[in-house]
């Protein structure tokens, strides 16, 4: 389904990696494994169409994803470092609100936020470092129907309890024939069926 | 499709209601600028009916200019520009909805208001319609073009000097014209020609300008 062919990717002069090949099908969840500053982020921005490779191509169902944009755009979900939340905006607010924008309908967002134990009618601004990324998880849940989820440290600043919701997430979109590519250091939680490391 | 215009439409006037001051700072800037004029130049009414289509014009000019960084820059930093670009619409028409609602908060109260600022000057009240014609027509051009620069220079250090310097030399045309239009009804010559220059002005921004925000986008986000 997701393929990436022989992909180079240089930051700054530097290069961060080459040749690399991967491809994935139902089922996969595949971790992106390297020290800081490996390319991690910039792989899943390659693979997302945020950033283009230096060479190689990285093709959905054979097709290049540069030629698809937003056709591709509505089979992927991309969490990055930062949450996507405006701090004027209560967590439903922006939960819906995203939604809509990925074509997904937002009508469940309160009870999305509920299971994450988010307060769905607090400004986004008025919540710690932990609610606002659970705030942002929260969309994972209402993505069940988005095969390709894309997650750059999703246990960032998590609890347990969040963090185990967010494996339950991620095991059951397995289940159901998704793809879950993620980056991430606490090793013990998210349990990949292959890893990918990065370092030389 | 439509409904994601419509979202971000909404979502923009929802932001720019609940950060009142970043939206009255805009228009302030404008009634104060304006008003300088007739206190520094003093109290001569031929010379302050002759400059008032231009100052004000140019004052406009100035404040859509100022309000220009707030397009982008907020979505940058929290990262919601980058859901924007994966999101499921083409993203010229997301930014062509951006465009119209920072037009709506930062260039429609200038075309209201402008006919108020026209009292100081003293001017035809016949042009008071002209004016806000032209303003009607011209605000949304200089929300287009200035767009494309605030797509350019997104995340750049010294961004909004450069902006600056982008952006103003493309408002030359927009305000000759603009300017021109009130300039000609207070001569007796009828403004038509140039409302009209104006307003195909502003469909060819329409069309043009949020292809080449898009891509300017996708430049500034890699």
Redesign the interface.
Known sequence: MLEAVDLECARGGRILFRALSLALKPGDVVRIAGENGRGKTSLLRIL?????PTAGDVRWDGTRIATL??EY??R?V?L??????????TAE?NLA??C????LPGADAASALEQFGVPKARAVGRMSQGQRRRAALARLVLSAGVPLWLLDEPLAALDVDAAALVESLVAAHATRGGMVVFTTHQEARLVPTRTVSLDA | MLDAIRCVVARDLLLAFRRKSDVGTALLFFVVVTSLFPLGIGAEPNVLRHIAPGVIWVSALLSSMLSLRRLFENDHQDGTLEQILLGAAPLGLVVAAKVLAHWLVAGLPLVLIAPLIALQYDIDSVLYGVLALSLLLGTPVLSLVGAVGAALTLGLRGGGVLLALLVLPLYVPVLIIGAGSVEMVSAGLGGAGQLLLLAAMLVGAAVLAPLAVAAALRISLE
Do not use: F, T
């Open positions: 997302c169409g945020l950033l283009a944009r937003e755009s509505r992927l991309y990055g470092h930062a949450p996507a939340v405006k701090d004027e905006l607010e609100i995203a809509r924008l990925a074509g």
